[in-house]
């Protein structure tokens, strides 16, 4: 069993930032990428940004390109996203997510274990 939990939310102004963790605990993967996704309201769960295990391999959603960044702790069991110059339409919930295998994905039933989500609030 693997626990993920999200931190870092809140509410912001537009053009403000923000940086998301989320920490891995229990029996984690050996190698295990990590990613986030998001809702807003009245809409699906997309994705974001992902991470390979090495960190060296990362993609992110059109929307995000340029203002958010994704990067992993030296211990691997953490993943950070980094969201600046945020928008009203970035309000979501954000969850955390990981992966059995070093390799990036950026589909939902690729990921195997979820957090409960942060809420994330941009106000203009």
């Known amino acids: 069993q693997v626990q993920l939990v999200e931190s870092g939310g809140g509410l912001v102004q537009a053009g403000g930032s923000l940086r998301l963790s989320c920490v891995a605990s229990g029996h984690t993967f050996s190698m295990y990428a990590m990613a986030w996704f998001r809702q807003a309201p009245g809409k699906e769960r997309g994705f974001v940004a992902a991470?390979?295990?090495?960190?060296?391999?990362?993609y992110y959603a059109d929307s995000v390109k340029g203002r958010f960044t994704i990067s992993r702790a030296n211990a691997k069991n953490t993943v950070y996203l980094q969201m600046n110059s945020l928008k009203p339409e970035d309000t979501a919930v954000y969850y955390c997510?990981?992966?059995?295998?070093?390799?990036?994905?950026?589909?939902?039933?690729?990921?195997?274990?979820w957090g409960q989500g942060t809420q994330v609030t941009v106000s203009s």
């Open positions: 991470i390979s295990w090495s960190g060296g391999s990362i």
């Open positions: 997510a990981v992966r059995d295998g070093a390799s990036l994905a950026f589909a939902e039933h690729e990921y195997d274990y």
